[in-house]
């Protein structure tokens, strides 16, 4: 049987979007890079809010599924999953999360709170577009909270999505696909891909270990 080389060929690539022409590979590896970058790759999002003042229209409910749905720059150099932190607090650490304050108000006319009015205690956490919508005051009304970001993963909430991907088949070559990703602009497109294939080497290791320790016990009894 002939052993095909896989090839990869990149047919754009920005911030925002990268292209790859994968060719010589199955389509369920294809789809295991799919799969691993939207659940495996971590991104930064709102959790937890503590609302000190809301006389808005908006429930406290609203305004926290709001405030989780936007898209924050994510640094997962320097930030860990809360479940893998050292620190043992429920509350979090410097490493686990970061607090993000809004405090707004609408004094002689209404104004729309914009994610541009969020405040991170690291200028690096913010959100991606300062321009998307939170809320509308009308004169006189005020939003005061306290907000918690934290690393997540999508496979618990549609929030901590990093990214849109979609796997096409190319079919020209045969057996050629092209996977499309568009980063939600928390990191670059790049990197959500190579942090993808860096999980899906992880778990075959695992499942190599694995599979190693069962053979050796298999031998010794
Ligand atoms: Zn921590």
Known sequence: MAVIVPK???????????????????????????????????????????????????????????LGMIPLKTDLERYVLPEKCDCGNPLGCQKCRVLIVLDAAAHDKPRTVLSGDLVSEDREIRPVSPNIPIVKLAAGQSVKLEAYARLGRAKEHAKWQPA???????????????????????????????????????????????????????KSE
Not at 203 to 217: I, P, T
């Open 164 to 218: 849109t991907i979609s796997v096409l088949v190319d079919g020209k070559p045969e057996g050629s696909y092209i996977l499309k990703v568009e980063s939600s602009g928390s990191m670059p497109a790049k990197e959500i891909v190579t942090r993808a294939i860096e999980k899906l080497e992880e778990k075959f290791q695992d499942l190599h270990n694995e599979v190693a320790s069962k053979v050796e016990d298999g």
């Open 8 to 66: 990869i060929k990149v047919l754009e690539e920005s911030d925002e979007k990268v292209s790859l022409q994968l060719e010589g590979i199955d389509r369920s590896y294809a789809n295991a890079i799919r799969r691993f970058c939207i659940s495996e790759v971590p991104a930064m999002a709102i959790d937890d809010i503590v609302i000190l003042e809301n006389s808005s229209v908006l429930y406290d409910e609203i305004l926290a599924h709001r």
